[in-house]
């Protein structure tokens, strides 16, 4: 799928996302690691993987920053952009601070709230507490759930440079018919 994409959107301006250890994150590190850097050759320019949730469960702090890590690293050696999922829904507030720590170390592009497949997707509370631990740091996507131009710029409001959603044709509608209403005022 990624070589067909990538060929679809060639001269476009548009990158090829691709999401490694999709949707649970419970592939081995060195499958998220092959997974990474087989997407990019194939044309990825961008790799969305999600954390190992077994192990922030377990506390091992050192394999996730080692995860995240090599992960990183390997999207930066082939200039691609990295988005860590969180996947919020699944996590204590002092996980999702951890979390943000161990991506203060190691800097990805992103910090994602979710992958929409888990319980419950981006909330504002989640995003404004990301944003509260990497300031400008680390750039924020929320995504999931996303449906509305309302939740969109209250997404935006807490601190996300970047929405994930399935509905956006419907948000950009919307936003024109408010642009429309708002200038025949």
Known sequence: AIPFCREALKNSGVLC??????????STLETKVFETIDAIEKGAGE????????????????????????????????????KVIFETCYLTDEEKRRLCQVALK??????????????KGATVEDVRLMKAC???????????????????????????????????????????LYQTAAASK
């Open 47 to 82: 790799v969305d993987y999600v954390v190992n949730l077994v192990e922030i469960k377990n506390q091992n702090w050192v394999y996730v920053e080692e995860e995240m890590q090599r992960i990183v690293a390997a999207c930066d050696k082939r200039q691609a952009v990295s």
């Open 134 to 176: 990497v300031g400008d740091a680390i750039s924020i996507k929320a995504s999931g759930g996303i449906r509305s131009m309302e939740e969109a710029l209250a997404m935006i409001e807490a601190g996300a440079s970047r929405i994930g959603t399935s509905s956006g044709v419907a948000i950009v509608d919307q936003y024109r």
């Open 106 to 119: 190691v800097k990805p592009t992103f910090i994602k709230t979710s992958t929409g497949f888990g319980t």
């Open 17 to 26: 996302d691709a999401a490694v250890s999709f949707p649970l994150g419970q």
